[in-house]
């Protein structure tokens, strides 16, 4: 790959981690149903994309890209743990299915897990350790009125 493509696909990366990332991370969060998990598996994601990118060129939807990638990379990191918790194995389990069940990312279902996201960090239970959080209860009646 010649160094102005290369220099395309870092620039693509980037701004990839700029402004999918938090989607990235709010689906991966459902799917895994752990936000560290998540975390991890998107770090990885990432990670992977430094490397494959510049070598394969950039996947056609990146996004689903890297939600695929970082889920698969999350199931491979529970079975390796597996080893060593055997409990985990239950999970591991359910998210293979999950894998299977959808190829593709729908477009509304990126908002939805988006907006989950914002409702779970924000729930009332946690407005006393987090003030501003409190934005969320004038905004509430507002969201609410969208759906």
Not at 26 to 35: S, T, V
Not at 104 to 123: K, Q, Y
Request: aromatic share 6%; with cysteine; net charge negative.
């Amino acid at each position: 790959m010649s160094e102005k493509a290369a220099d395309r696909v870092r620039e693509t990366m980037d701004a990839m981690y700029h402004s999918e990332s938090r989607r990235v991370l709010a689906i991966l969060i459902r799917l895994l149903g752990d936000f560290d998990l998540a975390e991890e598996a998107l770090h990885d994601a990432f990670a992977a994309a430094v490397d494959q990118w510049p070598r394969d060129g950039v996947p056609a939807n990146p996004r689903a890209w890297l939600i695929s990638t970082g889920r698969f990379k999350a199931i491979d990191g529970i079975r390796r743990r597996d080893r060593f918790n055997t409990p985990l194995e239950e999970i591991a389990d359910r998210l293979a299915s999950d894998a299977d069940d959808s190829s593709e990312v729908d477009e509304n279902v990126v908002e939805d897990d988006r907006l989950r996201l914002i409702f779970t960090c924000c729930h009332p239970k946690k407005w006393k350790r987090c003030p501003k959080a409190r934005c969320m209860e004038r905004m509430l009646p507002k969201v609410s009125v969208l759906y």
